[in-house]
């Protein structure tokens, strides 16, 4: 009887299938995709779409990821989202190759990186931004029979975005790195591509919302310092070319301060985390600086405030959950638990510990805090619900997402207007008829509450942002 007891309690505790989370929030960048689908595209519902972008501009276009619920692509945060994936790939390789999604992983990052490349026309050109959200969010439409402007908006000398370019450097140059093992043509391709952008972001400093107003609304970005130092981090990584370590340890880049958060518009913690893996590694053997030093006790402090021992701890809801804001704070949460889950692996393979203004913490305590996250997430929370969209049973049904609302194209040819989607679809008080399996949505509020309705875009809209760094923090926890 004892036994039988055991068993039912271990049974209970590895009750989540974090495996089958992992293969599913990979799923997800393929109901995002955008262009031609490939012959071996898994989800079903969806199908080809603005097979024109760029054509006006005498470009091809195609490709690339709608970011959210919408069929706009902004270059700004599908960079960031290629960055997270990639980062993933590259720090959770094992894990994801004996999981079988290692391949699967870096086909989402390549559907980003070959846009990316057409979207690269010259050194100092790149396209930033297709269709435009005012007129995009006027219809609700599905991407297959989108009726709205596909206007296209770049950045070039006259018109600079460092933060754009920059996270787009970060974004090859991080892929590069995924892909230096299977493909090495490919990844120098990517590489040279990293290098003329972050030389064009160097050369031509500023915001990118000055040169694209539309973008402002939707992805308005509060700097380029940060990316600058993020796409220098990782052409050193992809490099080891000294340039660029000059460049992190120049007096003239900031290392930020101590974080609030990491986001499609803040890379401090990413960078800071970085350096500080590789000063735990000895990597940069005899030519640690002050600077150095400074970015490693600046992305410490950060994870000590996210597991309540440091200065100025992050804000938990009663049930458990990290949190920093009403609209969308999953996508704090991800990618907080992934540079955790990172520098815990690293702590451990380097025998150290953290020391916390309150304490030391061992990297054992950082994974738990980490699944506690994934775990809430999945479902063990006070709604029972999972925020991963067809993962379980409880997930919410309604994801304020125009694909995924309307019916299939493949089950009803007949297109679906702009104002008969709103009308037919985005107002039926049901289950959405696509199921967005993979998807993380914004998330419950400060009192763990979620309210499942489709214009409730502030909680049930999903992002690729979202799910990118979850994709490494899954695969970690599944093997
Ligand atoms: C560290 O400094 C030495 C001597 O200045 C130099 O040869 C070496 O390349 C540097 N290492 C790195 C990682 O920059
Ligand atoms: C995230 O950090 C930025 C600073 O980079 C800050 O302006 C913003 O308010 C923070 N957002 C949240 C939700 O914490
Ligand atoms: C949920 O959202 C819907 C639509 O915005 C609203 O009508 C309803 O009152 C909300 N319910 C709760 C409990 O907040």
Same mark, same amino acid.
């Given at each position: 009887?004892l036994?039988?007891?055991?068993v039912?309690?271990f049974?209970?505790a ?9 293969t599913?929030?990979?799923l997800?960048?393929?109901?995002q995709?955008?262009g =031609? ?9 969806r199908?080809?779409?603005a ?15 709608y970011?959210?619920g ?5 270059g700004?945060?599908?960079a960031?989202t290629?960055?997270?994936?990639a ?66 908006? =770049?950045i ?13 450097a ?5 892929a ?21 952008l972050?030389?064009?972001? =160097?050369?031509?400093?500023?915001v ?8 402002g ?9 940060d990316?600058?130092l ?9 490099t080891?070319d000294?340039?660029?370590l ?14 609030l ?19 735990l ?10 600077l ?7 992305a410490?402090?950060?994870i ?9 701890n992050?804000q ?16 704090f949460v991800?990618t ?11 702590l451990?393979?380097?025998k ?8 030391n ?16 997430i ?9 925020y ?14 125009r ?6 194209i493949k ?5 679906v ?13 049901a ?6 399996v ?14 499942d309705?489709?214009d ?10 979202n ?9 970690r926890?599944a093997?």
């Amino acid at each position: 009887m004892l036994g039988f007891c055991l068993v039912i309690l271990f049974v209970n505790a590895a009750s989540i299938d974090y495996g089958a989370a992992l293969t599913k929030s990979l799923l997800y960048f393929e109901a995002q995709r955008s262009g =031609k689908l490939p012959s071996n595209q898994r989800v079903q519902w969806r199908g080809d779409s603005a097979l024109n972008d760029g054509k006006d501009d005498g470009i091809d276009l195609t490709g690339g990821y709608y970011d959210a619920g919408d069929n706009v692509k902004f270059g700004f945060p599908m960079a960031f989202t290629i960055t997270m994936l990639a980062w993933s790939a590259t720090e959770f390789e094992s894990q994801l190759n004996s999981k079988n999604e290692l391949k699967n992983a870096l086909n989402a990052i390549k559907w980003g990186t070959d846009y990316f490349i057409k979207a690269h026309k010259e050194s100092h050109v790149l396209y930033g931004e297709i269709g435009e959200g005012i007129s995009d969010h006027k219809c609700w439409e599905r991407p297959e029979d989108m009726t709205t402007p596909r206007s296209v908006y =770049k950045i070039d000398e006259q018109h600079p975005g460092a933060d754009m370019a920059g996270e787009t450097a970060a974004a090859l140059a991080a892929a590069a790195v995924a892909f230096k093992e299977s493909d090495s043509g490919y990844s120098n391709q990517l590489l040279t591509h990293a290098k003329e952008l972050f030389d064009f972001a =160097k050369k031509f400093p500023g915001v990118y919302t000055s040169s694209i107003p539309v973008a402002g609304k939707f992805y308005g970005s509060s700097g380029y310092e940060d990316e600058l130092l993020w796409a220098a981090v990782w052409l050193y990584k992809a490099t080891q070319d000294k340039t660029y370590l000059d460049y992190i340890n120049e007096k003239s880049s900031s290392c930020g301060g101590t974080r609030l958060n990491f986001s499609w518009d803040d890379k401090y913690i990413g960078a800071q985390v970085l350096i500080a893996k590789d000063l735990l590694e000895n990597k940069f053997a005899g030519n640690e600086s002050t600077l150095l030093n400074e970015y490693k006790k600046n992305a410490e402090e950060f994870i000590c405030n996210c597991i309540q021992k440091g200065h100025n701890n992050i804000q938990k809801t009663n049930g458990g959950l990290l949190w920093w804001d009403y609209w969308n704070n999953l996508q704090f949460v991800t990618t907080a638990t992934f540079v955790i889950t990172t520098y815990a692996d690293t702590l451990s393979a380097t025998k150290n510990s953290l020391q916390c203004s309150s304490g030391n913490v061992e990297p054992s305590q950082l994974i738990n805090l980490v699944k506690s996250q994934v775990d809430y997430i999945l479902g063990e929370n006070p709604q029972k619900m999972s925020y991963m969209v067809g993962f379980g049973t409880n997930y919410p049904q309604e994801v304020h997402h125009r694909g995924a609302s309307i019916v299939s194209i493949k089950k009803d040819k007949k297109p679906v207007g702009c104002q008969e989607g709103f009308d037919q679809w985005f107002k039926r008080n049901a289950p959405n008829p696509n199921v967005l399996v993979g998807a993380i949505v914004g998330g419950p509020d400060n009192s763990d509450q979620y309210n499942d309705s489709r214009d409730n875009y502030k909680q049930g809209e999903a992002a690729t942002a979202n799910s990118a760094p979850l994709v490494g923090v899954l695969a970690r926890l599944a093997s």
